[in-house]
C-alpha cells in the first residue's frame, strides 16, 4: 500500500510533465491529482488502522553496493512516517485541487501559453520527492529525498521565470539550502565513518557507545554523536528556515501561492523536523547538540515573529509566522518533546496552509495584489474566505479553554492552541537553562504571533477599504474547487487538536509512537509537561489575548496610533521592518567577499589559466604538430624508407644502452 | 601424419585449389558475366570454408612438423577474416563495375591473399610466417595498383611493394639472427631455448627486426608512413580491404609471435611496443587532424586505433589479448560501416573523398547521415556506444597490469582524435551548403551500414555476446 503512495505521484508527475502534449492540460491536470488523491486515501488508511507496534521496513531494490557501501531502496513505516505520510498527502492533494482554480488564467502568462501541465508536474514530482525522503530507512535515500524537495521547491518558486525577482528567489532558496545540505552530507559521512552504514537501525544502535567515542573533525577531537547531531541539525535549519539560514524563506514567497501553502509551510519545510524526530536515539545522547537546537529554534520563534509584527506583504506575515512556528517545533525537539514537535506539525500543517490558501484567494480576488495596506473591510466581499480564515488565526494564535485537560481530562480548543501549549508546557517541564530561555521566548513569540495574525485579519478584513476602487468592486470568493480545500483544512484545524491529543502527547502516545521516537529512560518530559504549574498553562493563553487586544486597539479602535509609534520609534521599527538586517550583513559578509573569490577564480583561474592552456593548447600546439607531421609525410618513397631505418635504429639503440 | 597435416589444412588448401580454378576459368572464359558470377562464387565459398572451419571442433593441433598450430584463436581469426573477405567483395561489386575494375584477377588475388593471412594466422614456425606473408603481401601489391589507368593507384602499389621488400627485408634479417642464435625456427623451440639460456643479444635483435616487419604490416608509427598514400591511391574496395582484413591477421600473428616463441622476453618486447602503441596513437590522432581526404583521414584513424591494440598486447596477460581480440572486432565492424559508406560516396557518377563533402549530408539521407554519424561516432569511443567499451577493456587491462602512463597517453590521444571525427559529424549536420553527394546506394552497402550502426549501438549491452568466448580463446591461447 505504502510502495503505491509513494510512486503514484512520480508516475503523475511523469504524465504531466512529458505528456501532457498527447493527453491534453486538462487530463493530465485531473490524472496527476487523481494520483495525490488515491495516496492520500490511503496514507490515512494506512495511519487510522495501522498499529505501529513493529517497525515496517519493505525492501524495494538494492540501490549502490560498492565496497563496504551498501544501501537498499527501502521503505520505513512506522508512526513518524504514517504522520508525515498523512500530512503530505493531504495537503498535496488539497493544493492540486486549489490549484486547478487559483492557476487558471495566470495574469503571467499569455493566453497561447501552457504551464498549468508543468506545474502540476512540479507539484506532483515535489509530493513523490517528500514522500522519498519521509519513508525512507537510511541516509542517502533520505538525502534523495532532500534534494529532491530543494530541485522541487526550487523549480516551483522560479516557476514564474520571466520575472527577475522570482528567479533571484529561487537561486537563493537553492544556494542557501546548500549550506544546510553541506552539514547534512557531512553529518552523513561522519555516521558512515564512525558506523560503517547509512541505516537508521545500524546508528541507532550504536548511539549510546559512540557517545563515549570521539572523532578528529577539522582538526578538533569532537564527542562523534554530538557531532553527528549537530550536522545533521545544520542540515535541518537549512531546509526549516531555523535562524542564519532563514533568508531564502520569505523570498520564496515568489512562487505561485499553492507552492507556499504545500511546500513552505505545511511539508517541505518541516523535513527539518522530521529529521530531528527521526533522529530522537541520536539527539537523546547528545544533550549540547539539544540544547542548541532548543536555543536555536526558540531564537528562530521570537525572532521571526518579530519581523512578522511589522511586514506589509500578506504573504510574508505568513511566511515569517511559519518561520516562527517551525521554531516552535525545534525547540520541542529540543528539550526531548518530540511527540509535541511532532504534534505541533501535524497541526501547523493544517492552520498554515488554511491561511496560505486562504491568503491566495484574497489575492486571487484582489487581482494579484498582496499588500495588506491596500486592502480593508473584505470581509463583506469575502465572506467565506474570511470566516475560514478567521478559523486558521483562531487556530495559530492558540484560542481553547486553558486548563481544560485538568478540569475536564479532555483538551478544549483549536489545534494550534493544544499543540503550542504543549510544546510551551514542555519547554518549561525540560527544568534546563536552554528550556527556560524557550519557554520565555516562546511566551513572548505567541504574544506577537496573536498580534501579527490579528493585524493581518484586521487590516484585510475591517476597516475602510484602502485600494483602488475598481479592485474593491471586482472582489469576489473564489470558485468551489478553491473554497473546498479551505474548507477542509478549517475543519482539520479546529478538530484535528483535539481527535489526536491523546495519541501524540496524551496517554496514548507511547502505544502510538512505540519505536519511532525514542525517549532517554531519565527523560519523563511527555509525563511531566502535564504537571507544570497553573500559571505556566495559562499565561500562552494571555499572551494570546494580549495581543488580540493590541492588535484590535491599533488597527480598529484607534486606526492612527500604530503608524504614530512606529514613527515614535523609528529604529525599531525599521529593524524590525528589515528583518534585523540579515540580509544586508550577509551580503556584506558573505555574499560579497565570495563573489570577489568567485571573480578571482574566474578571470585568474579559468579564464586565464584553464581555458588559455586548454585553448592554447588545441589552437596553437596542436595544428603545429599537424603541420609539422604533414611536412614529414613528404610522399618521397626514399623519405618513408628511412623512417622505418631511423625507428628501426632508436629501438636498437635503446637497447644498446643497459 | 602427412594426411592429418593435410586434413588439418584443408580449408587452405581448398582456397588456393579454388583460387588457381578461378585464374583458369578467368582466362579461358574472357566474359564479363563470367567475372561478376566469379565474385560472386568467391563470396560463397568465403562463407562456405569460414563454415567448414566453425564446425570444426577447436583443438590444439600441430601441422606439418609443428609449421603450423591450429587452435580456437585461429580459428577465430580465420573465421573473421574470410567473412569480412567476402563481405567486402560483395560490397565492391557496385565500385568495381563503375570503374570497370571488375576483373577475375580481383577475385583470384584477394583469394590468394586470404590464404596467405590464414597462414599467418596459424604459423607456428618462423618459415611458415614468412610463406603466408610473402603471399599476402605480394597479392596485396598487386591490387593495390588494381587501376592501372590511374597514376595515383600505380604510385600507391609501387609505394607499396618497394617499403614492403623493404619489411621484409627487415623480418627476414630478424628470423635469420634468431635462427643463426637458437638454431631453431620453430616457435615452441625458440621459446625453449630463450628460457634455457636466456635473451641473448643475437635474439634480441632479432626480435626487434621482426617486430620491426610486423610493425610495418600493421602500420604502426614509425613504419606506418605507406599507409595514407596507398589508402588514398588504391581504389576505395581496396582500401577497405586494407583497412581490415590485412590488419586482423597481423595483429594475430604478433600476438602469435609475441607470446609463443618470445613468450619468455616480454619485458623486453614490451618496452618496444610501448614506443610503438605511443607514438601511433598520438601520431595517428595529431596527422589525422590534417586531412582533408576521408581515405588519407581513416588511414590515420586505422594507425591510431591500432595504437590502442597495441596497448592491450603490451600488457601481456591474457585479459590484455582478449581485450585485443574484442577491440579488433569492434574496429572491424565501425570500419565496414564507414566503408560501406565511403564505396558510395559519388557525385554524378564520380567517386569523391573530400570529407568537405559529406556538407550537410544529412539533408540528402537522414538516416543513412545518422547511422554513420552513429558509426563515426562509436570509432571517437563516446559513450554509449560499442567504441568506448572496446577502449574500457584495453584500458582496464592496462592498468590491472600497472600501464598507467600508457593509459593517459591514450586518453589524451582519444581526446585529440575525437575532434576530427567530431567535425566529420559535425559537416554532417551542420557543414556549409555546396554540392552534396549523391543519394543512391547499393542495397548491400546500405545494410551494411545500417547493421555496423545497430551494431555499435546495441553492441554495448553485451558486446555481441563474445565477450566470454573471447576470454577462453585468449586463456587457452596463453595456456
Not at chain 1, 171 to 182: E, L, P, S
Not at chain 1, 191 to 214: H, N, P, R
Not at chain 2, 243 to 257: D, H, S
Request: net charge neutral; hydrophobic share 55%; aromatic share 16%.
Amino acid at each position: 500500500m505504502v510502495i503505491t503512495v509513494l510512486f503514484l505521484p512520480l508516475l503523475g508527475a511523469i504524465i504531466a510533465g512529458f505528456f501532457h502534449p498527447i493527453f491534453g492540460e486538462k487530463m493530465v491536470k485531473f490524472f496527476a491529482s487523481s494520483c495525490v488523491f488515491v495516496g492520500a486515501i490511503l496514507s490515512w488508511t494506512i495511519f487510522l488502522v495501522t498499529d505501529f507496534s513493529t517497525v515496517e521496513k519493505i525492501h524495494l531494490f538494492n540501490w549502490i553496493s560498492s565496497g563496504h557501501l551498501n544501501v537498499a531502496w527501502a521503505i520505513r513505516l512506522d508512526a513518524l512516517t504514517s504522520i508525515m505520510l498523512v500530512v503530505v498527502c493531504s495537503v498535496s492533494f488539497l493544493v492540486h485541487l486549489y490549484s486547478f482554480g487559483y492557476m487558471k488564467a495566470d495574469h503571467n502568462w499569455k493566453q497561447s501559453e501552457k504551464y498549468e501541465a508543468r506545474f502540476f508536474s512540479y507539484l506532483s514530482f515535489f509530493t513523490f520527492a517528500m514522500l522519498a525522503l519521509i519513508t525512507s530507512d537510511n541516509f542517502l535515500q533520505m538525502f534523495f529525498g532532500w534534494e529532491g524537495v530543494g530541485v522541487a521547491s526550487y523549480l516551483l518558486i522560479g516557476f514564474y521565470y520571466k520575472k527577475p525577482s522570482a528567479n533571484a528567489a529561487a537561486i537563493k532558496a537553492f544556494v542557501v539550502n546548500r549550506i544546510g545540505d553541506f552539514g547534512f552530507i557531512l553529518g552523513i559521512f561522519c555516521v558512515f565513518i564512525s558506523t560503517g552504514s547509512l541505516y537508521f537501525d545500524d546508528l541507532f544502535v550504536q548511539a549510546e557507545s559512540l557517545a563515549d567515542e570521539t572523532i578528529q573533525f577539522v582538526g578538533f577531537k569532537l564527542n562523534t554523536i554530538e557531532l553527528i547531531a549537530v550536522l545533521l541539525f545544520i542540515g535541518a535549519m537549512g531546509k526549516s528556515a531555523q535562524l542564519f539560514l532563514h533568508t531564502w524563506l520569505p523570498d520564496a514567497m515568489e512562487g505561485p501561492t499553492p507552492v507556499s501553502a504545500l511546500i513552505h509551510a505545511a511539508t517541505m519545510v518541516t523535513a527539518g523536523v522530521f529529521l530531528v524526530c527521526r533522529m530522537s536515539p541520536v539527539m537523546e545522547f547528545a544533550p549540547s547538540a539539544s540544547a542548541a537546537v532548543t536555543v536555536i529554534g526558540a531564537s528562530t520563534a521570537l525572532f521571526a515573529a518579530s519581523v512578522g509584527l511589522v511586514q506589509n506583504d500578506i504573504k510574508r506575515i505568513i511566511a515569517y509566522s511559519t518561520c516562527s512556528q517551525l521554531g516552535y517545533m525545534f525547540a520541542a525537539a529540543g528539550v526531548g518533546f518530540y511527540q509535541a514537535a511532532m504534534f505541533h506539525l501535524f497541526t501547523h500543517a493544517f492552520f498554515k496552509a488554511l491561511l496560505f490558501l486562504g491568503a491566495g484567494s484574497v489575492i486571487h480576488g484582489m487581482h494579484h495584489e498582496q499588500d495588506i495596506r491596500a486592502f480593508g473591510g473584505l470581509r463583506k466581499k469575502l465572506p467565506v474566505t474570511f470566516v475560514l480564515m478567521l478559523v486558521g488565526t483562531l487556530a495559530i494564535t492558540g484560542v481553547g479553554i486553558p486548563l481544560s485537560y485538568d478540569l475536564f481530562h479532555y483538551s478544549i480548543g483549536f489545534s494550534g492552541f493544544l499543540s503550542k501549549d504543549a510544546i510551551i508546557e514542555g519547554a518549561y517541564a525540560a527544568n534546563s537553562s536552554s528550556g527556560l530561555f524557550a519557554f520565555w521566548a516562546l511566551i513572548i513569540a505567541a504574544l506577537f504571533t496573536s498580534f501579527y495574525s490579528w493585524r493581518l485579519i484586521f487590516l484585510t478584513f475591517y476597516g475602510e477599504f484602502r485600494g483602488k476602487n475598481d479592485d474593491f468592486l471586482n472582489a469576489h470568493e473564489p470558485e468551489t474547487t478553491m473554497l473546498l480545500p479551505l474548507l477542509i483544512l478549517a475543519i482539520g484545524s479546529i478538530f484535528s487538536g483535539m481527535i489526536f491529543y491523546n495519541s501524540f502527547v496524551g496517554s496514548e502516545a507511547n502505544d502510538f509512537f512505540h519505536d519511532a521516537i525514542f525517549n532517554h529512560q531519565n527523560n519523563y518530559i511527555l509525563k511531566d509537561f502535564h504537571y507544570v504549574p497553573a500559571w505556566v498553562k495559562i499565561l500562552p493563553f494571555f499572551a494570546m489575548l494580549l495581543g488580540f487586544f493590541l492588535a484590535f486597539n491599533f488597527y480598529v479602535m484607534n486606526t492612527k496610533a500604530a503608524s504614530k509609534l512606529a514613527a515614535q520609534h523609528f529604529g525599531l521599527y525599521q529593524f524590525l521592518y528589515n528583518k534585523w538586517f540579515f540580509d544586508e550583513l550577509f551580503q556584506l559578509l558573505i555574499v560579497k567577499p565570495v563573489l570577489k573569490i568567485a571573480d578571482i577564480f574566474w578571470r585568474w583561474g579559468d579564464e586565464r589559466f584553464i581555458d588559455g592552456f586548454i585553448n592554447r593548447l588545441s589552437l596553437v600546439v596542436i595544428p603545429k604538430l599537424t603541420s609539422f607531421y604533414a611536412r614529414l609525410q613528404s610522399g618521397f618513397l626514399f623519405h618513408y624508407a628511412f623512417g622505418m631505418i631511423i625507428g628501426t635504429t632508436l629501438i636498437i639503440t635503446w637497447f644498446s644502452f643497459p | 601424419m602427412l594426411i592429418d597435416s593435410l586434413v588439418a589444412l584443408s580449408p587452405e588448401i581448398m582456397l588456393s585449389i579454388y583460387s588457381m580454378v578461378v585464374v583458369m576459368v578467368g582466362v579461358f572464359s574472357k566474359t564479363k558475366s563470367m567475372d561478376v558470377s566469379l565474385l560472386w562464387l568467391s563470396c560463397l565459398m568465403f562463407c562456405f570454408i569460414s563454415l567448414i572451419i566453425a564446425l570444426t571442433e577447436p583443438s590444439d593441433i600441430y601441422a606439418f612438423n609443428g609449421a603450423f598450430k591450429l587452435d580456437g584463436f585461429s580459428q577465430f581469426f580465420k573465421i573473421v577474416i574470410l567473412l569480412s573477405s567476402g563481405l567486402i567483395l560483395a560490397m565492391s561489386k557496385d565500385y568495381l563495375s563503375r570503374y570497370n575494375l571488375l576483373n577475375f584477377e580481383y577475385s583470384a588475388l584477394i583469394c590468394l591473399s586470404v590464404v596467405g593471412m590464414m597462414i599467418m594466422v596459424s604459423a607456428s614456425n618462423l618459415m611458415a610466417v614468412y610463406l603466408g606473408l610473402e603471399l599476402q603481401s605480394l597479392s596485396l601489391y598487386v591490387i593495390a595498383a588494381f587501376r592501372r589507368d590511374s597514376l595515383k593507384s600505380t604510385e600507391a602499389g609501387l609505394k607499396y611493394f618497394v617499403l614492403g621488400a623493404l619489411s621484409s627485408g627487415l623480418f627476414l634479417y630478424g628470423a635469420s639472427l634468431v635462427y643463426g642464435f637458437t638454431g631453431t625456427t620453430g616457435f615452441e623451440e625458440i621459446s625453449g631455448v630463450i628460457l634455457d639460456e636466456g635473451l641473448s643479444t643475437g635474439v634480441l635483435f632479432g626480435l626487434i627486426f621482426i617486430l620491426g616487419g610486423m610493425a610495418f604490416k600493421v602500420s604502426a608509427v614509425p613504419f606506418h608512413m605507406w599507409t595514407p598514400d596507398v589508402y588514398e591511391g588504391s581504389p576505395t574496395p581496396v582500401t577497405t580491404f586494407f583497412a581490415i582484413v590485412p590488419k586482423l591477421a597481423a595483429i594475430a600473428m604478433l600476438a602469435r609471435l609475441l607470446f609463443v616463441p618470445f613468450g619468455n622476453a616480454i619485458s623486453e618486447w614490451q618496452q618496444i611496443l610501448v614506443f610503438l602503441s605511443i607514438s601511433s596513437m598520438l601520431i595517428g590522432s595529431i596527422a589525422a587532424i590534417g586531412q582533408s581526404n576521408i581515405k588519407r583521414l581513416m588511414a590515420y584513424s586505422s594507425i591510431s586505433h591500432i595504437g590502442f591494440a597495441l596497448i592491450g598486447l603490451t600488457v601481456g596477460s591474457s585479459e590484455g589479448l582478449s581485450a585485443v581480440i574484442i577491440y579488433m572486432f569492434i574496429y572491424v565492424i565501425a570500419n565496414f560501416g564507414v566503408f560501406a559508406f565511403i564505396l558510395n560516396m559519388q557525385r554524378d557518377g564520380v567517386s569523391v573523398t573530400d570529407i568537405s563533402s559529406l556538407s550537410l549530408y544529412s539533408r540528402v539521407n537522414s538516416i543513412r547521415a545518422f547511422c554513420l554519424s552513429l558509426i563515426i561516432l562509436s570509432l571517437a569511443g563516446l559513450p554509449p556506444l560499442v567504441g568506448f567499451f572496446g577502449k574500457v577493456f584495453i584500458f582496464k587491462a592496462a592498468i590491472n597490469s600497472g600501464f598507467v602512463p600508457l593509459v593517459i597517453v591514450g586518453g589524451l590521444s582519444s581526446v585529440i582524435g575525437a575532434f576530427y571525427y567530431l567535425r566529420m559529424v559535425y559537416l554532417i549536420y551542420f557543414g556549409e551548403v555546396s554540392d552534396r553527394l549523391g543519394g543512391s546506394m547499393p542495397f548491400i552497402n546500405q545494410v551494411v551500414l545500417t547493421t555496423s550502426a545497430i551494431a555499435v549501438t546495441l553492441g554495448s549491452i553485451n558486446l555481441f555476446g563474445i565477450q566470454g568466448f573471447v576470454s577462453v580463446i585468449s586463456t587457452t591461447f596463453l595456456g
